[in-house]
Nanobody
Framework: QVQLVETGGGSVQAGDSLRLSCAASGGTVSAFAMGWFRQAPGKEREFVAAITWKIGFPFYADSVKGRFAISRDNAKNTVYLQMNSLKPEDTAVYYC?????????????????WGQGTQVTVSS
């Protein structure tokens, strides 16, 4: 059973940066991708970014492209989300997830295991 633990959330001002980390245990060798999703109060959970585990190909939501960068360290079984130029609309609980099926890296339903989430709050 894969377990994911997110860290790095917090409260920042608009324009600041944060780096989220997601450490996986229980096996990611056969993973297809790891992704980040977020859910703001009163809204549906949405795709933020993902990266294929073996090749490291990134995918981004249009809303974060150019501001966020996803990366992974296979040796540490960890995926990172560097968030720059944060905006108040980035405020949400951020979730890490892992997908084992080779389907869309953007699709929430394709992810098999989820972390507990970490809060990111951006004030103006």
């Amino acid at each position: 059973q894969v377990q994911l633990v997110e860290t790095g959330g917090g409260s920042v001002q608009a324009g600041d940066s944060l780096r989220l980390s997601c450490a996986a245990s229980g096996g990611t060798v056969s993973a297809f991708a790891m992704g980040w999703f977020r859910q703001a109060p009163g809204k549906e959970r949405e795709f933020v970014a993902a990266i294929t585990w073996k090749i490291g190909f990134p995918f981004y939501a249009d809303s974060v492209k150019g501001r966020f960068a996803i990366s992974r360290d296979n040796a540490k079984n960890t995926v990172y989300l560097q968030m720059n130029s944060l905006k108040p609309e980035d405020t949400a609980v951020y979730y890490c997830a892992v997908a084992f099926r080779s389907t869309s890296a953007r699709g929430e339903s394709n992810y098999d295991h989820w972390g507990q989430g970490t809060q990111v709050t951006v004030s103006s």
